[in-house]
């Protein structure tokens, strides 16, 4: 692995939309609480590790520079104040040393933002995690980096053996210099004189390059009618959608990915669907112990797609997409609420609503930074989508840092404005890991979200193995039938069979 190249990059059209979305009470950082086996490393020996490794993500040792008068989109420019002390902080939990209080340390931790003059992220070492555990939380801006390629830089600080050989960094890191104001309004002058140009340019070279995600120009088209139509589409008013403060509430859950294989294996659906199936299972389960209606009612989940071709992996940077997804809390039928999640992804992926995403997230990086804070703020209102819920697959295998397995990592995410809770997914060696993060006031009673996801996948692994039992081990599986979603979202229509189970 060779350390990557220290350039002066200006941040995408999506990096601009989480800063221009971020206040004082909807921080848009994410990251990750991670559980490790064994005794902690010392502070010293923890912060040798993480310097060996920045060489290989030189955006940790970025900050943000700003063109003057708003000629342009921001900056990473390498810091020549930069101190890995800042960045690195040691802390130790209280007795009894419980998941409790490491619950209780990383909503507090995840409820301050971080400093914007500084590189956006900050890692904790957390000792004294009862049964010979410690924790490592990690935060960073989603500016930095997209929660789907994102797991590929994060392996930088991970080794796939426990006996790996330590990194030496070939040469002293020595900080570009700053570019000076005069530079910056240079380069923001020439972004607005020559954007409308590339707007155009992309603009048709995304609609007539065959070889292109965007393909052709009547597919082209259909995903960006679908898209505005998504638009037009306001979500429901329901208790997850209220003002919101700067502090958070933090839980988590795990459980074997083979349970989520069994299922959609079962029902012939996608590991995906399942989430979102249990999801849905659990904020009905929410909602009815809150005493709200739920007939008839379907909320939306904004579902991040990478729209980053194979040669972009390991770039830094979001090239990401969103759908939005049902979540049919109307259904009280746990493998019913599967089989019309299914289908309505289907539907999704078949009306070319992901297309028409991609195509404005590229368009998105060549129009001026006042047109981009205008679509951002219409992105993350909160009439398009109740919640927010990601789903990042992980590596399979163990991963190690110092030497000390890593057993669970339980991924954060954020929360938009207007918006109380949000749902990370992220499948590690054989386990599926689900973080919650909720509005403190609006979210009291988050345990019940998340005990909801573990009997809503509890209904449907005892579903799937009433099926599995009574098919003879000679006789072929039959796939069960799917109820399709209707288009407005009231209720389920007629069934459709599925051949066979998606992968």
């Not at 130790?92 to 619950?103: D, F, Q, T």
């Not at 759908?323 to 009306?351: C, H, N």
């Not at 009574?470 to 799917?482: C, E, F, G, R, T």
């Amino acid at each position: 692995m060779e350390p990557a190249s220290h350039e002066l990059d200006r941040l995408t059209a999506i990096d601009s939309q989480f800063l221009t979305n971020e206040n004082e009470n909807s921080h848009m950082h994410i990251g990750a609480v991670m559980i490790f086996e064994g005794d902690p490393p010392t502070y010293d020996e923890f912060k040798a590790h993480i310097g060996s490794r920045l060489d290989f993500v030189p955006r940790y040792r970025q900050k943000l520079v700003y063109p003057p008068y708003g000629t342009g989109r921001p900056l990473w420019a390498d810091d020549p104040d930069f101190n890995l002390n800042y960045h690195l902080r040691h802390t130790a939990l209280p007795k009894p040393g419980g998941e409790r209080e490491l619950k209780i340390l990383a909503s507090r931790l995840f409820s301050q933002a971080l400093d914007r003059s500084k590189p956006l992220w900050e890692m904790f070492l957390v000792e004294e995690l009862e049964g010979d555990r410690f924790a490592i939380i990690i935060k960073s801006h989603h500016a930095m980096i997209d929660g789907i390629s994102g797991v590929d830089i994060g392996t930088v600080i991970f080794d796939v053996t426990p006996d790996a050989e330590p990194i030496v960094p070939k040469d002293e890191w020595k900080p570009s210099p700053l570019p000076s104001n005069m530079s910056l309004l240079e380069r923001g002058a020439k972004e607005l004189a020559t954007e409308p140009v590339k707007l155009g340019e992309k603009a048709v070279s995304a609609l007539r390059n065959p070889s292109s995600l965007a393909g052709k120009v009547g597919e082209s088209a259909e995903g960006l009618a679908e898209v505005a139509r998504a638009l037009a589409d306001s979500a429901p008013e329901v208790p997850l959608n209220v003002p919101i403060g700067p502090h958070r509430r933090i839980t988590w859950t795990s459980a074997s990915l083979d349970e989520f294989k069994r299922i959609k294996d079962a029902f012939g659906t996608t590991v995906n669907d399942v989430v979102l199936a249990i999801a849905a299972g659990s904020i009905r389960k929410w909602l009815v112990k809150r005493g709200v209606e739920t007939h008839g009612l379907e909320l939306r989940a904004m579902v991040p797609v990478s729209v980053r071709s194979d040669d972009e992996r390991g770039q830094l940077g979001n090239k990401l997409a969103t759908m939005r997804a049902p979540l049919p809390v109307y259904e009280p039928d746990p493998v019913a609420r599967l089989e019309i999640v299914s289908a309505a992804m289907d539907g999704l992926k078949q009306s070319k609503q992901a297309l028409g995403a991609e195509v404005i997230a590229r368009l998105n990086d060549f129009a001026p930074p006042t047109l981009l804070a205008q679509a951002a703020r219409l992105t993350f209102s909160t009439r398009l989508f109740n919640l927010l819920v990601t789903n990042v697959p992980g590596p399979q295998i163990p991963l190690y840092v110092l030497g000390r397995k890593l057993s669970r990592p339980y991924p954060v995410a954020f929360l938009a404005k207007n918006h109380g809770l949000a749902v990370g997914v992220m499948s590690y060696a054989g386990q599926v890991n689900i973080g919650l993060i909720g509005d403190f006031d609006a979210m009291p009673d988050i345990g019940q979200v998340r005990r909801g996801l573990n009997e809503s996948l509890a209904e449907l692994a005892e579903a799937a193995e009433e099926i599995e039992n009574s098919i003879a081990p000679d006789k072929p599986k039959k796939s069960s039938s799917k109820k399709s979603a209707s288009k407005n979202g009231a209720g389920p229509k007629s069934a459709a069979k599925k051949p066979a189970p998606k992968s």
